[in-house]
């Protein structure tokens, strides 16, 4: 779709035009569920989380001033509304046992993770990022698939920056340990 066009159903949407609004919404829909999908832990859930956003999006849209990337700012709307559908489930679903850090590290270089998670299938790697908790789930996502630091994940999850990173770790190791498993049973 064009940028004009684009505009054009924005500026509808901010008159609350239906069509326009389902035009929007139908247009971003699929993107939107795979992002809340990294996020939930099923697709019901996240088709829940995508509604939740795209009412936050129509309440906001006259926010937009198309100075940046409007699919960005409807990405971190969903990513925002995939967080506080978490928080709302756990009261407090960050582990704050920050001694799991046992080397230092920094994130970036242990172990190559980012490289070797691209490598793998991305159904096997969806499916295993799916088995975390929602915590390290979403410290992973906001980390390594959103580029957030762990200054900016902290302040997003109410955290300190030794949880985020606490729980980044706990996510990889996880990850490690599910996608070995069912490695090992796909050579069965």
Request: aromatic share 10%; proline share 1%.
């Amino acid at each position: 779709m064009e940028h004009d066009q684009l505009r054009e159903i924005i500026e509808k949407c901010k008159k609350h035009d239906r069509s326009a609004q389902k035009q929007l919404f139908d247009l971003l829909y699929g993107k939107m569920l795979g992002v809340c999908m990294r996020y939930t832990k099923d697709r019901d859930r996240a088709q829940e989380v995508v509604q939740e956003g795209f009412i936050k999006i129509f309440d906001k849209l006259s926010e937009f001033d198309f100075e940046g990337s409007f699919e960005g700012w409807v990405r971190r709307i969903m990513v925002n509304a995939s967080i506080d559908a978490i928080r709302k489930r756990n009261r407090q679903p960050f582990s704050t046992d920050e001694e799991f850090l046992f080397n230092d590290l920094s994130d970036r270089q242990e172990h190559n993770f980012d490289q070797d998670l691209t490598e793998l299938k991305a159904e096997y790697a969806m499916q295993a990022i799916q088995e975390l908790s929602p915590a390290y789930r979403t410290v992973f996502n906001l980390y390594v698939v959103e580029n957030y630091s762990h200054k900016e994940i902290a302040d997003i999850l109410d955290i300190s920056e030794g949880t985020s990173k606490s729980n980044l770790a706990k996510a990889k190791q996880n990850l490690r340990n599910i996608l070995k498993e069912k490695f090992v049973k796909l050579d069965r």
